[in-house]
């Protein structure tokens, strides 16, 4: 985004991080300008207080693009995975993409009354389209997110508002742990794939797109596919907590 001129706000809930992360951007392109807002969407429960922790710090903005882009996973059988863990999937990946949306789209619209474009993307997750074993909350939550901006993007297009819900797939990042072997997508390849397609479509696989044994998958019968995916998961998780990782 910075490369096509954006200027950038990052919210995000390590200062640390903020500071290091802005630090690179401006000393690589010191013309853009940045800001920041602290915030950890697992302990903000309600609109009015991602309005006043996010919404209020950021109304002076031109916001032209929103990445709803936070998430979190834990792996495991609904029964042996803990409440806090089922609260944080719920929070960071539901309820922090509608909060944040109802809370910016006001300022958001602005710019449609002025005749310009924005756009809204929510990364929800291949894993949002099926009910998952092993990862069902956080299919669950996924599948809230991508229904969130699916049904905006019809709601808000006449308002010159492209969203889009981006299902991502296996990315190398820190969510996916070190995980070796699987064939996991470059984040630049990843983000290269979601941006061709916004303001085309409304849900976007990114780069899967033409993939063929992401279509394989998708066209597999369901209860195939959860049982091998509760397995995967399964012992992932065991290897994971034998590790001290989880
Ligand atoms: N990697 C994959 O294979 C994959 C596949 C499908 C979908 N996704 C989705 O892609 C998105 C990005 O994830 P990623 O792969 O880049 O993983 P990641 O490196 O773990 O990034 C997740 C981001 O969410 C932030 N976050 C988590 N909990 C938060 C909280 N309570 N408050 C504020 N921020 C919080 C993290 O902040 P910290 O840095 O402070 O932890 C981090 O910036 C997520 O929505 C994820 O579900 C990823």
Redesign the pocket.
């Known amino acids: 985004m910075v490369e096509q001129g954006f200027n950038i706000c990052i919210i ?3 200062e640390e ?1 903020i500071a290091q992360r802005l630090e690179e951007i401006t000393k690589e392109f010191p013309k853009v300008r940045t800001f920041s807002v602290v ?5 903000i429960h309600t609109i009015e207080d991602y309005k006043t922790q996010i919404g209020d710090q950021l109304r002076f903005l031109d916001i032209a693009m929103l990445f709803l ?5 834990h792996v495991g059988a609904f029964a042996d995975i803990t409440n806090q863990e089922v609260q ?1 999937m719920v ?3 539901a309820l922090q993409p509608i909060y944040c949306a109802k809370v910016l789209l006001p300022i958001m619209l602005k710019r449609a009354n002025r005749g310009q474009r924005s756009a809204i993307v929510v ?5 949002g389209g099926r009910p998952v074993a092993g990862t069902i909350t956080y299919s669950a939550a ?1 599948a809230f997110s991508s229904f969130l901006a699916q049904g905006l993007s019809y709601e808000l297009e006449e308002q010159n508002v492209d969203v889009l819900s981006w299902e ?4 190398q ?4 742990r070190g995980r070796k072997g699987a064939k ?1 997508l470059s ?1 630049e390849a990843a983000v290269k794939g979601m941006l061709r397609d916004l303001g085309k479509e409304r849900l976007t696989y990114g780069v899967l797109k033409n993939d063929r044994s992401s279509s394989l998958f998708m066209a597999m019968p369901s209860g195939f596919i959860n049982r091998m995916m509760f397995k995967a998961m399964k012992g992932a998780r065991e290897r994971r907590i034998k590790e001290g990782l989880q």
Not at 39 to 43: G, L, P, R, S, V
Not at 69 to 73: D, I, L, P, T
Not at 173 to 176: E, I, Y
Request: a positive charge; glycine letters at 8%.
């Open positions: 995000a809930r390590s991080k915030a950890d969407f697992d302990k882009n936070a998430g979190v996973s944080e929070s960071v990946n990364t929800s997750s291949g894993l996924k991502c797939g296996p990315t990042t820190k969510m996916m996991l984040p």
